[in-house]
């Protein structure tokens, strides 16, 4: 018959009611699980808050990172999740992952457990290792057969050693505990001890250094800029990743200077329809490319400066600037009608004449192109304004095909007023 939990429904109301303690927590408090606390709720007849029970939200691939090539328990993954073993195994059974059985009872003879412990000279970890067992479950052992113990060996590392392998020089616990002839729960305890923070699972798990977004609130404009024309950006665990099919090595190479100081970048060899696809793996601290926007953010458009570089984003992405019958003309076209809407505006209210205009319905057009929605355009045309406009978003573009395409464009409206 299991240990029956002692909590009086008094203390009990009080914690969940009084203190807002989600089940969980009060199950941590009293070394159970959730689920004894939800009984005992049932029991006491102490009604439950309407929010509901806490989801892992946790994809399979993740799932089976962390509990079979980690060897996690279902109780450590639920405090990454803050949420109950319970449920991290439910969420096993919902993806099919074998679920291990912890609780199968350990064989271990008294003369086999001397003859390691005592004699082989082995540690209660390897001896758990050896028998798929808990550590704690062998010193049980050892106490019940009446086999004496050898005293907890003293580890002697600095702070500053410590940190030196472990921050520094990225050594794993396994590593270091190796160095020191001990157990990696043994270093644990000494990081805990030093206040020296362990590394997060997107660091554990990746080969390649990232680097946190340094940049400005300027450089943040153009990226979003040019993420909302032209990359596709998607959250993968804690990791953003970033990318693009394009045919235009210029583009590539503009990518590539954007974020290869972030991350590790990759590029494929054409594909069938000659587009070549590149991709960067960056730190969350690029999650502000995540969202796309239908309209320019506020805070974008609240200084000129931080407008005119989000446009060059955009312009970089999908702008257009060039010379036909002899006349310069600067157009974005897109299926954006929201961000183009508020380019329009912005530029009336900088003084600079533009056109908005719908350029294309969904179908194929009669050049035999198809276009999967409202295809929706904004141009400047006459030179005043884009002497205006050039001058001023020159400074900020990056492709080198849209800045020698600028510099022409300048030439030819510096030639015509004249």
């Known amino acids: ?3 029956r939990l002692l909590i009086s429904p008094k203390q009990l109301r009080k914690l969940y009611w009084e203190s807002k303690h989600t089940t969980f927590e009060i199950a941590h408090f009293f070394n159970c699980t959730a689920g004894t606390i939800v009984n005992r709720m049932k029991e006491y007849g102490i009604p439950r808050r309407v929010s509901g029970p806490k989801r892992a939200g946790i994809k399979k691939d993740t799932l089976s990172y962390l509990y079979l090539t980690r060897g996690l328990s279902a109780e450590k993954v639920g405090r990454i999740y803050h949420c109950d073993q319970t449920v991290i195994l439910r969420t096993l059974k919902k993806y099919g992952i074998s679920i291990r059985h912890p609780k199968k009872r350990v064989l271990l003879s008294k003369q086999m457990l001397a003859l390691l412990y005592s004699e ?3 540690s209660i970890y390897k001896i758990g290792t050896r ?3 808990d550590p704690k479950t062998v010193y049980k052992y050892l106490k019940l057969y009446g086999i004496p113990t050898r005293p907890r060996k003293v580890v002697l590392i600095s702070k500053t050693q410590l940190s030196l392998l472990y921050k520094e020089k990225r050594y794993p616990l396994s590593k270091i505990a190796q160095l020191y002839d001990c157990q990696p729960a ?3 305890r000494k990081m805990e001890h030093y206040g020296i923070s362990r590394r997060t699972i997107s660091e554990t798990s990746t080969k390649h250094k990232k680097k946190d977004f340094t940049g400005s609130r300027e450089e943040k404009a153009y990226l979003i800029g040019f993420r909302l024309g032209d990359l596709g950006v998607r959250k993968e665990w804690n990791l953003i990743h970033i990318g693009c099919g394009t045919t235009k090595t210029v583009q590539l190479d503009l990518i590539r200077r954007l974020f290869n100081d972030y991350g590790p970048g990759w590029i494929t060899k054409k594909d069938a329809e000659g587009r070549f696809h590149i991709n960067f793996a960056l730190n969350r601290s690029f999650k502000f490319l995540l ?3 239908y309209k320019i953010p ?3 458009k ?4 931080l407008f005119l570089q989000f446009l060059a984003g955009y312009t970089d992405a999908e702008g257009n600037i060039g010379i036909y019958s002899k006349r310069a003309r600067f157009r974005i076209r897109s299926y954006d009608y929201g961000i183009l809407q508020d380019i329009h505006r912005e530029f009336h209210r900088q003084g600079i004449a533009s056109i908005f205009s719908l350029e294309a319905k969904p179908g194929v057009d009669k050049r035999g192109v198809r ?3 409202t295809f929706w355009g904004v141009s400047v045309n006459t030179r005043e304004d884009l002497y205006k406009l050039l001058n001023a978003l020159g400074p900020f573009l990056r492709h080198e095909k849209r800045r020698n395409d600028l510099n022409a464009a300048l030439q030819n409206v510096t030639l015509r007023l004249r």
């Open 186 to 188: 043994t270093i644990l």
């Open 1 to 3: 018959m299991g240990r």
């Open 298 to 300: 506020q805070w974008i």
């Open 291 to 293: 969202p796309k926007h």
């Open 371 to 373: 276009h999967n929605g």
């Open 131 to 133: 028998y798929h067992c």
């Open 120 to 122: 082989s000279n082995l």
């Open 302 to 305: 609240k200084g000129r400066k």
